[in-house]
C-alpha cells in the first residue's frame, strides 16, 4: 500500500476497504484477481494536452472512451496520454499505478469522472501502487475530493461519446 494515501485517508478520517493482491497491469488481469467483488472497478486516464496541462479521467473499467472525441467536447486541444516521464514527475507514479488519489501529490489537475462512477454506491482504485486496491464509498469519495479542494466535473454518455 502506498503509506502517504493511507496516512492521508486516515488523518482526514477517511474510511476504506484495503486489499493486497498481485501486480495487475490490466483490467482483465484486475477481474481474474477479484471476480466477484462488490462496487465498481474503475480505469483512470492520466492525459495532458497540447500546452502541457495535465488532466485526469476517472470511467468503469470496461468502457473505452474515445479520447478525441472527450477532448473536442469539453474544448481540450489535442488531447493525449501523457507519458511515463510526465507521469513520475507530475504525480510521482509509474504506469499501471495512476488513481484518484494521486490527486494528494497533483497541483492544477483537471478531474473528469464518469457519471456512473459518481452514482454508484461504493468504487475502487489502486492506492497509487498496483498491489492493491482500496474500496471507497461515494460519501467517503466526496470528502476525500473536499479534502484535496478538488471538484470535479462529472460527464455522462454523451452523444458523441461511445463507450461501447
Given at each position: 500500500m502506498d503509506q502517504q494515501v493511507v496516512q492521508f485517508l486516515d488523518t482526514h478520517n477517511i474510511?476504506?476497504?484495503?486489499y493486497t493482491h498481485e501486480a495487475v497491469f490490466t483490467?482483465?488481469?484486475?477481474?481474474?484477481v477479484f471476480p466477484n467483488i462488490a462496487?465498481?472497478?474503475v480505469k483512470n486516464l492520466f492525459l495532458k494536452d497540447r500546452y502541457g496541462k495535465f488532466y485526469l479521467v476517472c470511467i468503469e473499467a470496461h468502457k473505452?472512451?474515445?479520447i478525441k472525441d472527450f477532448g473536442r467536447k469539453f474544448w481540450i486541444k489535442e488531447l493525449s496520454f501523457g507519458s511515463p516521464e510526465e507521469l513520475l514527475r507530475e504525480m510521482h507514479l509509474t504506469p499501471w499505478?495512476?488513481?484518484?488519489?494521486w490527486l494528494i501529490y497533483a497541483k492544477d489537475i483537471n478531474v473528469y469522472i464518469d457519471e456512473d462512477i459518481w452514482t454508484t454506491t461504493t468504487v475502487w482504485w489502486h492506492p497509487n501502487i498496483n498491489t492493491a486496491t482500496i474500496m471507497i464509498t461515494h460519501e467517503w469519495l466526496d470528502t476525500f475530493l473536499k479534502a484535496i479542494n478538488t471538484i470535479p466535473t462529472i460527464f455522462d454518455k454523451l452523444s458523441k461519446l461511445d463507450y461501447n
Open positions: 474510511s476504506y476497504i484495503p483490467v482483465d488481469a484486475a477481474d481474474r462496487g465498481m472497478h473505452r472512451l474515445p499505478s495512476v488513481s484518484l488519489f
